[in-house]
T-cell receptor, first 114, second 112 residues
């Protein structure tokens, strides 16, 4: 069982909708990540939070807005998405960020934009 | 651009055989190396971490690291059909950000 929990598991939204993806970890990790993964491709880094501060934004369009309310929670707010944004969105955590510890992934949210 | 290259496969092996998965990386300062297994439609699952040269064994899995050759591999002994998945090599970059770079993955099929 994963210790990084993502909700919802599946999400279908129209291009004018606003929705949020949620992620929670209970491992005491201080770094949390959002990745996007298209079919048959490796995960692509979107954002990194380290000690609740945004440390990396990989030039992600502003229609994706991350939020880290505390060290255990990570949200990704979605607005005015395009069909090409349909993908598996993965949350991950690691001990500190900027160290050599591995990432632990949640089960992902399968997003479809219609 | 830091790169991680994997033999793209697909790789098919018979049940009970040894599956060998290979990965090379371009960042000579990389210090941590990981293998993730990803079943179709699921999220990546960490199966091995390796930080120093040599072999590291965990059950049927052995990771091998050669920093001089910038090469890391994963051997799966006594392969089972349940090992059929995509295996992602991931390498942490040098520098303060320590970002994780993934290879494109190798799809492994174990034939019963």
């Amino acid at each position: 069982d994963t210790e990084v929990t993502q909700t919802p598991k599946h999400l279908v939204m129209g291009m004018t909708n606003k929705k949020s993806l949620k992620c929670e970890q209970h491992m005491g990790h201080r770094a949390m990540y959002w990745y996007k993964q298209k079919a048959k491709k490796p995960p692509e880094l979107m954002f990194v939070y380290s000690y609740e501060k945004l440390s990396i934004n990989e030039s992600v369009p502003s229609r994706f807005s991350p939020e880290c309310p505390n060290s255990s929670l990570l949200n990704l707010h979605l607005h005015a998405l395009q069909p090409e944004d349909s993908a598996l969105y993965l949350c991950a955590s690691s001990q500190q960020g900027g160290d050599n510890s591995p990432l632990h992934f949640g089960n992902g949210t399968r997003l479809t934009v219609t | 651009q830091k790169e991680v290259e994997q033999n793209s496969g697909p790789l098919s092996v018979p049940e009970g055989a040894i599956a060998s998965l290979n990965c090379t990386y371009s960042d000579r300062g990389s210090q941590s190396f990981f293998w993730y297994r990803q079943y179709s439609g699921k999220s990546p699952e960490l199966i091995m971490s390796i930080y120093s040269n040599g072999d590291k064994e965990d059950g049927r899995f052995t990771a091998q690291l050669n920093k001089a050759s910038q090469y890391v591999s994963l051997l799966i002994r006594d392969s089972q059909p349940s090992d059929s998945a995509t295996y992602l090599c991931a390498v942490t970059s040098s520098g303060s950000a320590r970002q994780l770079t993934f290879g494109s993955g190798t799809q492994l099929t174990v034939l019963p």
